[in-house]
């Protein structure tokens, strides 16, 4: 599984663990194709200090404590507070109501966004960040050096709902949701942007037989990952009808890994920030000119997922999730 240092893609994880997020972790740290720098922490799932506290346990409890983890923010980038958790898609605690010990690391003394801006710096377009929550820290980090996105080699956001119905309602995917006006700045800050969204991740589904397997293994990986899913299970089987789960977030890491399991389409992506559409992402292809100027007019382009080949995708995580290191 080794892979050379300098073959290795650097990634920092921005994540609100989260179920799926821990798988994604999980397989970010079993993926020879990556350096996690580091995990940043956000609201989205569960609230960020929760948040915070699950990324170090999860790092704990598979023997990583030497990637650090830096807290992000707390509030949207407009300060609002009231922020949707996911409780019942996740748990009270976000890992399936595991009730685990208080991990005994701690985050290190600086923000999500001021080491996102340090990483950038310290690798220039060699950083890959792939942001699994609302994309708040990421506008903090445009905020605190609007060079940053000139910097960063490519953000993977798993973000929005192109041209398919929301999971938060309708028009909304729940990380855009959860912070629409920094989703607005990051899609139209100029760096390299692929964003997977909910058309696609609907089509990757862990199923029941595939769980089977992972309780049949004793990798660590599985068998973390085993205790927590069940409420994860009964939350798809209530709200979707299925008999399995979405791979949400192990997608979107999986595109860093192998980006040739998905193809892309590419143009300008503006977020709804107000009303019953809020958090809305709407996608123009640019193949037409406009009479008027409109809000997507000459605002750079990003990459936006349409396809993902669904069974190399499911593979690959088992592949990684069934070994031990």
Same mark, same amino acid.
């Given at each position: 599984?080794?892979?050379?240092?300098?073959?290795?893609?650097?990634?920092?994880?921005?994540?609100?663990?989260?179920?799926?997020?821990?798988?994604?972790?999980?397989?970010?740290?079993?993926?020879?194709?990556?350096?996690?720098?580091?995990?940043?922490?956000?609201?989205?799932?569960?609230?960020?200090?929760?948040?915070?506290?699950?990324?170090?346990?999860?790092?704990?409890?598979? +023997?990583?404590?030497?990637?650090?983890?830096?807290?992000?923010?707390?509030?949207?980038?407009?300060?609002?507070?009231?922020?949707?958790?996911?409780?019942?898609?996740?748990?009270?605690?976000?890992?399936?109501?595991?009730?685990?010990?208080? &991990?005994?690391?701690?985050?290190?003394?600086?923000?999500?966004?001021?080491?996102?801006?340090?990483?950038?710096?310290?690798?220039? +377009?060699?950083?890959?960040?792939?942001?699994?929550? !609302?994309?708040?820290?990421?506008?903090?980090?445009?905020?605190?050096?609007?060079?940053?996105?000139?910097?960063?080699?490519?953000?993977?956001?798993?973000?929005?709902?192109?041209?398919?119905? +929301?999971?938060?309602?309708?028009?909304?995917?729940?990380?855009?949701?959860?912070? !629409?006006?920094?989703?607005?700045?990051?899609?139209?800050?100029?760096?390299?942007?692929?964003?997977? #969204?909910?058309?696609?991740?609907?089509?990757?589904?862990?199923?029941?037989?595939?769980?089977?397997?992972?309780?049949?293994?004793?990798?660590?990986?599985?068998?973390?990952?085993?205790?927590?899913? +069940?409420? =994860?299970?009964? =939350?798809?089987?209530?709200?979707?009808?299925?008999?399995?789960?979405?791979?949400?977030? &192990?997608?979107?890491?999986?595109?860093?890994?192998?980006?040739?399991?998905?193809?892309?389409?590419?143009?300008?992506?503006?977020?709804?920030?107000?009303?019953?559409?809020? #958090?809305?992402?709407?996608?123009?292809?640019?193949?037409?000119? =406009?009479?008027?100027?409109?809000?997507?007019?000459?605002?750079?382009?990003?990459?936006?997922?349409?396809?993902?080949?669904? !069974?190399?995708?499911?593979?690959?995580?088992?592949?990684?999730?069934?070994?031990?290191?």
């Amino acid at each position: 599984m080794a892979a050379a240092e300098g073959t290795r893609k650097k990634v920092i994880i921005d994540t609100d663990p989260g179920i799926d997020d821990a798988m994604a972790i999980f397989v970010a740290l079993r993926s020879p194709e990556l350096e996690v720098l580091g995990l940043t922490t956000t609201f989205g799932n569960v609230h960020t200090a929760l948040a915070t506290r699950n990324a170090l346990h999860l790092l704990e409890a598979v +023997g990583r404590t030497d990637i650090p983890v830096a807290e992000g923010s707390h509030v949207t980038i407009k300060k609002a507070s009231k922020l949707r958790i996911a409780s019942f898609v996740h748990g009270s605690d976000g890992l399936g109501n595991q009730d685990f010990p208080a &991990p005994a690391t701690k985050p290190v003394d600086q923000t999500a966004a001021a080491f996102m801006v340090e990483q950038a710096n310290l690798y220039p +377009g060699q950083v890959t960040i792939v942001a699994l929550g !609302p994309l708040t820290n990421l506008a903090l980090a445009i905020e605190l050096d609007p060079l940053f996105p000139k910097k960063i080699g490519q953000i993977i956001i798993l973000g929005g709902a192109y041209s398919v119905n +929301g999971n938060v309602n309708p028009a909304a995917e729940a990380n855009i949701f959860g912070d !629409p006006d920094a989703a607005d700045i990051v899609f139209t800050c100029g760096a390299d942007i692929l964003a997977v #969204g909910l058309n696609v991740t609907h089509q990757v589904v862990l199923t029941d037989a595939d769980r089977e397997k992972l309780e049949q293994c004793d990798s660590k990986y599985a068998r973390y990952l085993c205790k927590i899913m +069940g409420i =994860y299970f009964d =939350y798809h089987k209530d709200a979707y009808f299925i008999k399995g789960v979405y791979l949400h977030d &192990p997608t979107t890491l999986i595109a860093a890994v192998n980006p040739s399991l998905l193809t892309y389409t590419e143009g300008v992506v503006r977020v709804q920030t107000v009303g019953i559409t809020k #958090g809305l992402t709407v996608f123009d292809n640019t193949k037409k000119r =406009y009479g008027e100027i409109t809000a997507w007019t000459g605002m750079p382009t990003v990459k936006v997922a349409v396809t993902v080949d669904a !069974p190399a995708v499911v593979e690959l995580m088992m592949q990684r999730l069934m070994t031990d290191d």
